[in-house]
Every structure is written in structure tokens, then in C-alpha cells.
């Protein structure tokens, strides 16, 4: 006899709606994942994919001691995250970063929820509020929420939606970058998961060529922004020639800088400024061009970007562009489990939150989707407390700055993953230790960080553990508790050295 689920509706099938609907249904709650495309697209959508990743394939560092988004890796990893097993299955070579090959990764997530009895996909646009049936929806439209959803949301929260502007990379034909300039080392030759520390391909410049680059990129001829679209960008993912016109010397000392980094081809001259590509897809045919997310016109675009050492004769597969991005007053219009104010049956997940970046919006998808299940299921949702990456960036979106004019775009803004979000930990000097320096106190502050998050997290999943237990006995919660057990074990024992 076929079993009876309580029904989640989640609206939007990128990486946050398909991380919530995997985990709501891992819960034993049946789920509705509706996606517009094919039948509608969006801008900077080009597949039909779920989670389909729109701008660069990497999921930047994965260095969970140091780095606060790579703890929300590891994090994600010990709560069952679809996602993240999509990612670790089609890692690339990406130094010390998290690079996926794009389609597999896709393919992955729509395989697995596929093969969940409990999820149908329908494929459809929900065009203005869901219908009134549907008693627990999760709204995870992402950046790119279609106008009448927006519109409809706008009407029903009293706020105008805030609204900036993501830029994309563009993507170079790997057989047309002149390999006799450019050279192949990751920063401080960092080997990172699936890399050798040779995972970039570093394009150098000398002081003429990089200004050369500077002037052209002020010249440019730029998107021209209507007065609706005059709105500010997220520093997170600026465009290369706006980072420009802040100060000639600024992509120096961003995506452009020069250090960690040694010329095999020019050893005694190390270079003014580097461009890195990253590698963008399993077959190492396609490379991004890291940080240089761009609002130039097509028909410069490519000529500037020639001017690159190594990439003369470059060949493009795709050229950068923009693509509107709307995210929500969240500290003013959402409640603690991240349900609308003003119809609790509406609950958001995702960058319309109001966080940044692919992994981030997938934290937000994991977190929405425990909490709809629980709430059909009629039982407390548990929150992760606020030590942990989940629960930081929970609370900045719930609790974050607002200002008493809700009109001002700096209210409330996007932001990724960072340790500033935790709260304040002591530390003391180890013992044995005579000479403390900043560097090494700060490294040992972020392991301890780490360490106590991790902590945080397994208490959180233990929680969920009986939750889902006594939902639905036949269904097992997470599939890699013994890799979890192993990973507290060595992230215990490099806290402790």
C-alpha cells in the first residue's frame, strides 16, 4: 500500500529549492518541486537543468578549518546535503577551491531526487502568490524570481523588493590560450579536493600591460542602466571594470594580484598583476576567467579582454554579462524560521533571502526544507545553533541591520558566509607555547571556531535524527554518518596539534 506523505510545495528548482525538497522528503514529507523552464526562462539561465549553476562552477575554498564557506561544506556534508554530494561526485581540479564541472553537477541532483518516491517535478511557472490550498510552500525563485511571483510578494510584504545586479564570467576555449605565456600553478600552490596545486592557468602582466588593460576597461562601453536598474552592486561579485574605476590598483590587490605566484617562464621578474582561469568543465576544454565578472558590451568585451597576455587569440564560449538579482528585506518581513510575517504559510530559501553565493543558498534550501517538514509533520523544527555556519547565517538574514527607513538599499544586504557572523570565542595560548604570533593565534582561533561549529552541527542532525525516526522509520536519514564520525575525529585531532 502506498504511503500517504503531508505535501511541501517548493517553488523554484535551483540549488536551494532542490536542496529543500531533498531534504523535506528525506523527512518522509511528500514534495512538489515546481521549475519554470523550459516553459519559461530567465536571462541568464541557458539549460533546463535543476540546479543549474549559473555563474562560475566553484564553490570557492573547502578548507574547512580555516575558512568559514568551507566549514558550511563540511557542515552540509554531515547534514545529507544533496548538493554537496553533487559537488564532491564532479569535483575539478581548483587549487584550494571546491570547482564542480557544471552539467554532471546538475545532472547528479536531478538523478537522486529523481529517484525519490515522494518528489515530483512539474514543470511549470507559479505565476503570483501560490494558490491558497497550498498550506506549506517554500519560495526559493533565487536572484531571478520571475516578475509576476515579484510582484505579487512586493504587494503581499508592503516592501519593494531590493534589487543589484549579479555579473557572470566569461568562459575561454581552453585550445585558444598561448600556453608559451601562460603557465599553470594554483596561489601558494595549494593542492585543495580533486586538485595538484597546478589548477589555474596564470596569465602574468608587467606594469605597461596591466595599465594598457586599466585604460581600456574605463573606456568601455557599458550596459546603460535604466533609472529602475541604478541600484548598487554586492562587492562580493562586482564587475571587473567597476572595480576599476574605484582605483586603478584595486583588481591589483582583488582577482588580479599578483602574489603566491611565480612566473616559471620569467623567475627573476615577478609579474605587476596575474589573471587566473579556472578550470570550468570535467574535460578541462572550457576555463573561467576567476573575478572578472563584467558588465562590457558584447562588442568590446572580447577585444579588451585579447589584450590579456596568453589570451591574444583567445576563443570565447560564452562572454560576461549581468542578470538582475532580487532579494528580500528578510530581518523585517521574515520570522525566525524564515516564514513570511504576513502569510506564514509562504517560507523562503535561497539568495532571495538575502545571502550570497551558490553554497549559501543551498544552506538556506537544507534549512527550509527540515523546517517544512517538520512543521506538516506537526512537530518542533530545531534551529542550528548560532556557533554553527547554518545558524550564523540564519540569524543574518532573520536578525540582520534594519534601518527605520525600510526604503534604503543599504538596510539590509547580501552577504556570504564569513567567520565574522559567529559569535566571539576565547581563546588561550597552548600550552608549550613561548612566542604567540597574530598569524598563528588567528589560524588556531579559526580551528576552534571550526571545531565548536562542527560540534554545533552534530547535535543539530542528532535532533533531526529522531525527528525523521519518527516520521518515517524506513527512511534513512543520512547515508554518510560513518565518513561524519571520521571527519569530528580529524578535525579534533588538526584542532589539537
Given at each position: 500500500m502506498q504511503k500517504s506523505y503531508p505535501e511541501i510545495h517548493v517553488i523554484g528548482g535551483g540549488l536551494a529549492g532542490s536542496e529543500a525538497a531533498w531534504q523535506a522528503a528525506n523527512m518522509g514529507a511528500a514534495v512538489v518541486l515546481h521549475e519554470m523552464r523550459p516553459q519559461k526562462s530567465s536571462p541568464a539561465h541557458v539549460t533546463q537543468q535543476l540546479?543549474?549553476?549559473?555563474?562560475?562552477?566553484?564553490?570557492?575554498?573547502?578548507?574547512?578549518?580555516?575558512?568559514?564557506?568551507?566549514?558550511?561544506?563540511?557542515?552540509?556534508?554531515?547534514?545529507?546535503?544533496?548538493i554537496m554530494q553533487a559537488a564532491d561526485a564532479h569535483a575539478l581540479p581548483a587549487g584550494g577551491a571546491l570547482a564542480v564541472d557544471r552539467h554532471a553537477f546538475s545532472d547528479f541532483v536531478a538523478e537522486k531526487l529523481a529517484e525519490l518516491p515522494n518528489v515530483e517535478v512539474q514543470r511549470e511557472e507559479i505565476a503570483g502568490l501560490p494558490p491558497a490550498e497550498w498550506q506549506n510552500v517554500i519560495i526559493a525563485t533565487g536572484p531571478l524570481t520571475s516578475e509576476p511571483l515579484a510582484r505579487a510578494i512586493q504587494q503581499i510584504t508592503g516592501e519593494d523588493a531590493l534589487a543589484f545586479f549579479d555579473a557572470i564570467a566569461p568562459i575561454v576555449h581552453a585550445e585558444s590560450i598561448d600556453r608559451s605565456i601562460v603557465w599553470a600553478q594554483s596561489r601558494y600552490d595549494k593542492p585543495g579536493p580533486a586538485g595538484t596545486g597546478a589548477d589555474y592557468l596564470n596569465c602574468p602582466m608587467n606594469e605597461a600591460e596591466y595599465n594598457r588593460f586599466i585604460d581600456a576597461l574605463l573606456e568601455a562601453e557599458q550596459h546603460e542602466f535604466h533609472e529602475w536598474e541604478n541600484v548598487p552592486y554586492f562587492d562580493g561579485c562586482m564587475p571587473i571594470e567597476e572595480m576599476a574605476a574605484r582605483g586603478r590598483e584595486t583588481p591589483r590587490f582583488g582577482p588580479m594580484k599578483p602574489v603566491g605566484l611565480t612566473n616559471p617562464n620569467d623567475p627573476d621578474n615577478p609579474p605587476y598583476a596575474v589573471v587566473q582561469l579556472r578550470q570550468d568543465n570535467a574535460l578541462g576544454t572550457l576555463w573561467n576567467i576567476v573575478g572578472f565578472q563584467t558588465k562590457m558590451k558584447y562588442r568590446q568585451q572580447a577585444e579588451i579582454l585579447r589584450l590579456i597576455p596568453g589570451l591574444k587569440n583567445a576563443q570565447f564560449a560564452r562572454l560576461g554579462g549581468l542578470h538582475h538579482n532580487t532579494f528580500l528585506n528578510s530581518p523585517k518581513v521574515l520570522d525566525g524560521t524564515l516564514r513570511l510575517k504576513a502569510e506564514p504559510r509562504l517560507r523562503f530559501a535561497g539568495q532571495i533571502t538575502g545571502v550570497e553565493g551558490y553554497v549559501e543558498s543551498a544552506a538556506i534550501g537544507l534549512l527550509a526544507g527540515r523546517l517544512a517538514a517538520s512543521e506538516v509533520f506537526g512537530r518542533e523544527g530545531h534551529l542550528p545553533g548560532p556557533e554553527t555556519a547554518h545558524g550564523a547565517l540564519l540569524r543574518h538574514i532573520t536578525e540582520g541591520h534594519v534601518s527605520d527607513d525600510s526604503s534604503k538599499l543599504r538596510s539590509f544586504q547580501p552577504m556570504n558566509v564569513n567567520f565574522g557572523l559567529f559569535p566571539?570565542?576565547?581563546?588561550?595560548?597552548?600550552?608549550?607555547?613561548?612566542?604567540?604570533?597574530?598569524?598563528?593565534?588567528?589560524?588556531?582561533?579559526k580551528k576552534q571556531i571550526s571545531l565548536r561549529a562542527l560540534d554545533g552541527i552534530a547535535r543539530w542532525n542528532d535532533a533531526y535524527s529522531?525527528?525523521?525516526?519518527?516520521?518515517?522509520?524506513?527512511?534513512?536519514?543520512?547515508?554518510?554518518?560513518?565518513?561524519?564520525d571520521a571527519r569530528e575525529t580529524e578535525a579534533a585531532d588538526t584542532i589539537s596539534r
Open positions: 540546479a543549474e549553476l549559473v555563474c562560475s562552477n566553484s564553490f570557492r575554498s573547502d578548507d574547512h578549518e580555516h575558512n568559514a564557506v568551507g566549514l558550511l561544506h563540511e557542515e552540509m556534508r554531515r547534514s545529507n546535503s544533496l566571539a570565542i576565547e581563546i588561550r595560548k597552548p600550552e608549550g607555547v613561548k612566542r604567540w604570533r597574530k598569524a598563528e593565534r588567528t589560524l588556531f582561533k529522531a525527528l525523521e525516526a519518527a516520521n518515517d522509520p524506513s527512511m534513512k536519514f543520512s547515508d554518510n554518518a560513518a565518513s561524519s
